[in-house]
C-alpha cells in the first residue's frame, strides 16, 4: 500500500533527497498534469518532473516515440555512435537554436544529467581559453558535481566544493525584489552590470580574465527570478569585449517554458554555450551542450560519458522538440502565463503575506513574506519559509502538488506542464488560494 511504500522509504532512503519529499504522495498513474497516488487521490502536478515534462505525463506522442524504438529493434544504448535515432533528434534540436548556433555550432551530448552537461560546459571553455576560474552569480543552481556544485550559489548545498570545483567569482544577480544594492528595478540591474565589469576591469582588485561567464536567464531554484532583457546584453556586451565565453545554462528555462523556445532568445543574446537538458529528453534522462564551432578545440577522446546514447529519451526528445514547435506551445506558455501572474498579482493586493508574485510564461514563483517581522536590508519583509511550507502542504491536501524554492525556501513555485489547459489553471490557482487562506488561519 502506500501507507507501506512511504514509510519503508522513510526508513531506507538517505535524508539527502529533495524535491518534494515531504510530501505523503506515492503516484502510481499519472496523465497530462494530473497524477494518482496510491491511495487512489488526484492532484494536479504543477512540479511536473522539476520542469521536465514540457507535455506533461506520459504524452501520447512521447509513448509512441519510445515504442516505435522498443519496437523496431534499434540498440537502446549506442554510445557515441551515429544512428537514426541521434540524427533524428540533432536535426530537431538544431532547427530550434538561434540561427548563429544552428549554422555554425556543435553538439556535444553530455547526459543523463544536467549537472554533466554545465560540466562539460566549464572544462570546455577551460580548455579553449587555457584559463581558469568562472563567474557566477549569487542564487544560481547548476547541479551537484563538483564544478556545478562550486557554481551554485546555495551555500547549504555546496558544501566544500569550491576547493575542487575551481576558482568562482561570486557576482550579484538582478533580484529586484530584494535588491542587493537597494535600489531594486532596472537601475538595480545595471549596478550589478557594473559591478561586473568592475571585477574584471580594476587593476587594483579586479580578477584575471576568468574561463567563462555561466548564468541563467531566469533563476529557478534560486526562486524564479527573471533576468531583464537589458541586464543579458549588457552581460553578452561585457563578456565578449573581454574574450570571457558566455555560457547559459537553460537546463529549466529551456523548451518554449518561458514563453520563447529558449529564454534567452527574447533578449536577442547569443550566448558561446548552451547548457541544455530537462525536457529536451521528453521525460528521460538527456543532456546536451550546444556552442560555438571555434571553441570546439578539444582533442578526441577528451570527454567522456557512458549514458550519453540513450536512445529512447533522444526518441522521447525528439517527439517534444517537434511536438512544442508545431503546436507553438511557447505562445501558449507565455499567454497562460500571462493570465495567471495577472491573477496572482489580484490575489497579492489582498494577501499581505504575499511579498512578490513573478516569473515568465509558466516558470511562476510566489514569495512568501512574514507580515509581523519588520523590514530587512533590502526593504522588503523576511521571507517566512514556514508559511511557504505550510501553503505546500495545505495544497496537497486541496489535491495540488507545488515545490518551494528560493534562499529560504519562501517561494511557492509553479511549474506546469505546456499543455496545461485554461480549466487546469484557473483550478491550480483556485487551490492555490484556498491553501494559502488555510495557511494562515
Ligand atoms: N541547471 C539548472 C538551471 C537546473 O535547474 C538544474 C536542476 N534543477 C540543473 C542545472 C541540474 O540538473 P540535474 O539535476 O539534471 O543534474
Redesign the pocket.
Known amino acids: 500500500t502506500g501507507e507501506g511504500i512511504l514509510r519503508r522509504q522513510e526508513q531506507r532512503e538517505s535524508a539527502a533527497r529533495t524535491y518534494a519529499r515531504s510530501l505523503p504522495v506515492v503516484p502510481v498513474r499519472a496523465r497530462g498534469m494530473n497524477v494518482e497516488g496510491a491511495d487512489g487521490r488526484r492532484y494536479l502536478d504543477c512540479l511536473s518532473g522539476?520542469?521536465t515534462l514540457a507535455l506533461g505525463h506520459n504524452h501520447p506522442v512521447v509513448l509512441e516515440a519510445v515504442r516505435d524504438v522498443l519496437d523496431s529493434g534499434a540498440p537502446l544504448h549506442a554510445l557515441d555512435l551515429a544512428t537514426p535515432v541521434k540524427d533524428a533528434f540533432t536535426t530537431a534540436l538544431f532547427e530550434t537554436l538561434p540561427p548563429e548556433l544552428a549554422d555554425h555550432g556543435r553538439v556535444q551530448f553530455c547526459g543523463p544529467?544536467?549537472?554533466?552537461a554545465?560540466e562539460a560546459a566549464l572544462k570546455l571553455t577551460r580548455i579553449a581559453t587555457g584559463r581558469h576560474g568562472l563567474l557566477a552569480f549569487s542564487g544560481a543552481?547548476?547541479?551537484?558535481?563538483a564544478g556545478?556544485l562550486a557554481a551554485t550559489g546555495d551555500t547549504t548545498v555546496r558544501a566544500c566544493a569550491d576547493d575542487n570545483g575551481g576558482r568562482v567569482i561570486r557576482l550579484p544577480y538582478p533580484y529586484d525584489y530584494r535588491c542587493p544594492f537597494g535600489v531594486g528595478g532596472d537601475r538595480g540591474a545595471e549596478l550589478s552590470a557594473r559591478w561586473t565589469a568592475n571585477v574584471l576591469d580594476d587593476p587594483k582588485g579586479g580578477v584575471q580574465p576568468p574561463a567563462a561567464m555561466l548564468l541563467?536567464v531566469v533563476?529557478?531554484?534560486g526562486g524564479v527570478i527573471p533576468a531583464p532583457d537589458f541586464w543579458l546584453r549588457r552581460m553578452r556586451e561585457i563578456t565578449a569585449a573581454r574574450s570571457v565565453p558566455l555560457i547559459v545554462?537553460?537546463?529549466?528555462?529551456g523548451v518554449a517554458r518561458t514563453g520563447t523556445f529558449w529564454a534567452v532568445e527574447r533578449s536577442g543574446v547569443v550566448p558561446d554555450v548552451m547548457?541544455l537538458?530537462?525536457a529536451i529528453g521528453g521525460s528521460l534522462?538527456l543532456?546536451v551542450i550546444v556552442y560555438r564551432e571555434e571553441l570546439d578545440v578539444w582533442q578526441p577522446g577528451a570527454h567522456a560519458g557512458t549514458f550519453r546514447g540513450n536512445q529512447l529519451a533522444m526518441a522521447a526528445g525528439t517527439a517534444t522538440l517537434r511536438f512544442v514547435r508545431e503546436n507553438r506551445l511557447h505562445e501558449r506558455a507565455a499567454t497562460v502565463g500571462a493570465r495567471m501572474l495577472s491573477r496572482l498579482r489580484g490575489l497579492a493586493a489582498h494577501q499581505p503575506c504575499v511579498g512578490d508574485v513573478r516569473g515568465r510564461g509558466l516558470m511562476i514563483g510566489v514569495e512568501l513574506v512574514d507580515t509581523e517581522a519588520d523590514p530587512d536590508d533590502y526593504g522588503a519583509l523576511p521571507a517566512d519559509p514556514r508559511l511557504a511550507a505550510r501553503v505546500q502542504q495545505e495544497a496537497l491536501r486541496r489535491g495540488l502538488i507545488v515545490e518551494l524554492g528560493g534562499r529560504h525556501a519562501s517561494v511557492v513555485r509553479l511549474l506546469p506542464p505546456l499543455t496545461i489547459t485554461d480549466e487546469q489553471a484557473e483550478a491550480v490557482l483556485d487551490r492555490l488560494a484556498s491553501a494559502l487562506d488555510a495557511a494562515r488561519s
Open positions: 522539476a520542469g544529467a544536467g549537472t554533466d554545465v543552481y547548476h547541479g551537484m558535481t556545478a541563467e533563476q529557478g531554484e545554462d537553460e537546463v529549466q528555462t547548457v537538458s530537462k534522462p543532456a
